[in-house]
Protein backbone atom coordinates (compact mmCIF):
# COMPACT_ATOMS: atom_id res chain seq x y z
CA UNK A 1 0.00 0.00 0.00
CA UNK A 2 1.49 3.39 -0.82
CA UNK A 3 1.05 6.36 1.53
CA UNK A 4 1.62 9.65 1.94
CA UNK A 5 4.12 12.15 3.58
CA UNK A 6 0.34 13.07 5.85
CA UNK A 7 -0.05 9.41 6.49
CA UNK A 8 3.69 10.01 8.69
CA UNK A 9 4.82 6.25 10.21
CA UNK A 10 3.99 4.50 7.34
CA UNK A 11 5.06 6.46 4.55
CA UNK A 12 8.53 7.14 6.12
CA UNK A 13 8.96 3.07 6.57
CA UNK A 14 7.82 2.26 3.34
CA UNK A 15 10.84 4.61 1.85
CA UNK A 16 13.36 2.21 3.22
CA UNK A 17 11.89 -0.64 4.53
CA UNK A 18 14.21 -3.36 3.00
CA UNK A 19 16.78 -1.98 4.11
CA UNK A 20 19.26 -3.28 7.25
CA UNK A 21 18.90 -0.61 9.98
CA UNK A 22 22.79 -0.67 10.44
CA UNK A 23 23.55 0.63 7.57
CA UNK A 24 20.89 2.72 7.40
CA UNK A 25 22.42 4.73 10.73
CA UNK A 26 26.03 4.11 8.52
CA UNK A 27 25.41 6.11 5.26
CA UNK A 28 26.37 9.57 4.28
CA UNK A 29 23.59 10.41 1.31
CA UNK A 30 22.70 13.20 3.08
CA UNK A 31 25.64 14.63 4.50
CA UNK A 32 27.91 14.21 1.54
CA UNK A 33 24.97 16.11 -0.48
CA UNK A 34 24.73 18.68 1.89
CA UNK A 35 28.50 19.23 2.26
CA UNK A 36 28.65 19.45 -1.48
CA UNK A 37 26.42 22.84 -0.85
CA UNK A 38 27.67 26.65 -0.56
CA UNK A 39 26.14 29.43 1.75
CA UNK A 40 23.94 30.93 -0.86
CA UNK A 41 22.43 27.67 -1.96
CA UNK A 42 21.91 26.23 1.34
CA UNK A 43 19.70 29.61 2.45
CA UNK A 44 17.85 28.95 -1.00
CA UNK A 45 14.06 28.42 -0.89
CA UNK A 46 12.08 27.78 -3.91
CA UNK A 47 9.23 29.06 -2.94
CA UNK A 48 7.89 31.71 -0.81
CA UNK A 49 6.89 30.37 3.14
CA UNK A 50 9.09 27.17 2.12
CA UNK A 51 11.91 26.16 4.20
CA UNK A 52 15.19 26.83 3.17
CA UNK A 53 17.72 24.13 2.94
CA UNK A 54 19.52 25.59 6.15
CA UNK A 55 16.00 25.07 7.59
CA UNK A 56 15.52 21.38 6.42
CA UNK A 57 18.79 20.39 7.88
CA UNK A 58 18.07 21.46 11.35
CA UNK A 59 14.82 19.70 10.98
CA UNK A 60 16.20 16.69 9.90
CA UNK A 61 18.32 16.73 13.01
CA UNK A 62 15.47 18.04 15.22
CA UNK A 63 13.48 15.30 14.35
CA UNK A 64 16.30 12.21 14.82
CA UNK A 65 16.44 14.31 18.33
CA UNK A 66 13.08 13.70 19.23
CA UNK A 67 12.21 10.11 17.74
CA UNK A 68 15.65 8.78 19.33
CA UNK A 69 14.60 10.02 22.52
CA UNK A 70 11.15 7.99 22.08
CA UNK A 71 12.82 5.38 20.77
CA UNK A 72 14.83 5.32 23.40
CA UNK A 73 11.91 4.69 26.18
CA UNK A 74 10.80 2.12 24.08
CA UNK A 75 13.91 0.15 24.20
CA UNK A 76 13.29 0.56 28.11
CA UNK A 77 9.67 -0.21 28.06
CA UNK A 78 8.52 3.09 29.47
CA UNK A 79 5.45 3.98 27.60
CA UNK A 80 5.97 6.26 25.06
CA UNK A 81 3.42 8.12 22.22
CA UNK A 82 5.62 8.01 19.36
CA UNK A 83 3.57 9.99 17.05
CA UNK A 84 3.81 13.95 16.11
CA UNK A 85 5.12 17.39 17.43
CA UNK A 86 4.74 20.74 15.79
CA UNK A 87 7.52 20.95 12.93
CA UNK A 88 6.81 24.29 12.44
CA UNK A 89 6.82 25.63 15.92
CA UNK A 90 10.43 24.14 16.11
CA UNK A 91 11.72 25.58 13.06
CA UNK A 92 10.58 29.29 13.53
CA UNK A 93 11.92 28.79 16.92
CA UNK A 94 15.25 28.05 15.75
CA UNK A 95 18.21 29.66 14.61
CA UNK A 96 19.27 27.50 11.70
CA UNK A 97 19.14 30.43 9.54
CA UNK A 98 21.30 32.13 11.35
CA UNK A 99 23.87 29.52 11.55
CA UNK A 100 26.60 27.72 8.73
CA UNK A 101 25.46 25.44 6.98
CA UNK A 102 29.04 23.73 8.71
CA UNK A 103 27.19 24.06 12.20
CA UNK A 104 24.19 22.35 11.40
CA UNK A 105 26.32 19.81 9.49
CA UNK A 106 28.47 19.51 12.05
CA UNK A 107 25.49 19.50 14.83
CA UNK A 108 23.77 16.61 12.12
CA UNK A 109 26.99 13.95 12.68
CA UNK A 110 26.65 14.55 16.30
CA UNK A 111 23.22 13.85 16.71
CA UNK A 112 23.81 10.69 13.60
CA UNK A 113 26.85 9.40 15.79
CA UNK A 114 24.30 9.29 19.44
CA UNK A 115 21.69 7.79 16.89
CA UNK A 116 23.78 5.06 15.61
CA UNK A 117 25.92 4.45 18.76
CA UNK A 118 22.57 3.68 20.77
CA UNK A 119 21.02 1.22 17.98
CA UNK A 120 23.79 -0.47 18.32
CA UNK A 121 23.26 -1.47 21.28
CA UNK A 122 20.30 -2.66 20.90
CA UNK A 123 18.90 -6.48 21.23
CA UNK A 124 16.40 -8.36 18.89
CA UNK A 125 14.32 -8.28 21.81
CA UNK A 126 14.32 -4.37 22.00
CA UNK A 127 13.98 -4.20 18.56
CA UNK A 128 10.96 -6.31 18.53
CA UNK A 129 8.98 -4.19 20.76
CA UNK A 130 5.77 -2.54 19.94
CA UNK A 131 3.69 0.53 20.56
CA UNK A 132 0.84 2.46 19.16
CA UNK A 133 2.36 5.98 16.49
CA UNK A 134 -1.54 6.76 15.97
CA UNK A 135 -3.84 4.24 14.32
CA UNK A 136 -0.13 1.76 13.59
CA UNK A 137 1.16 -0.59 16.30
CA UNK A 138 4.72 -0.11 15.23
CA UNK A 139 7.84 -2.77 16.30
CA UNK A 140 11.42 -0.43 17.72
CA UNK A 141 13.08 -1.59 14.71
CA UNK A 142 10.80 -0.46 11.58
CA UNK A 143 9.96 3.00 13.79
CA UNK A 144 13.69 3.65 13.88
CA UNK A 145 13.85 2.56 10.29
CA UNK A 146 11.42 5.46 9.80
CA UNK A 147 13.46 7.87 11.51
CA UNK A 148 15.73 7.70 8.03
CA UNK A 149 12.70 7.30 5.92
CA UNK A 150 11.89 10.98 6.88
CA UNK A 151 15.66 11.86 6.03
CA UNK A 152 15.23 10.31 2.89
CA UNK A 153 11.80 11.55 2.20
CA UNK A 154 13.59 15.48 2.60
CA UNK A 155 16.72 14.72 0.71
CA UNK A 156 14.41 13.53 -2.33
CA UNK A 157 12.37 17.20 -1.53
CA UNK A 158 15.87 19.48 -2.00
CA UNK A 159 16.87 17.10 -5.11
CA UNK A 160 13.52 17.73 -6.62
CA UNK A 161 12.73 21.29 -5.48
CA UNK A 162 15.87 23.33 -4.71
CA UNK A 163 18.82 21.55 -6.34
Known amino acids: MKHTPQDGFPYY???????????????????DLLA???EG????????????IKQIVGHITDHERIK???????????EVQL?????????????????T??????????????????????SIDQLQRKRWAKHHEVQLEDFL?????HE???LNIIKERYL
Not at 41 to 52: E, F, L, V
Not at 105 to 122: G, I
Open 13 to 31: YELVQEQQLSVLFSESNTY
Open 36 to 38: SLD
Open 41 to 52: KAAYRYAPGKWS
Open 68 to 78: MFRAFQLSRNE
Open 83 to 99: WGYDQEALVKNSRFDEL
Open 101 to 122: LQQLLTDYVNVRKASQSFVDTL
Open 145 to 149: KSVIG
Open 152 to 154: THH
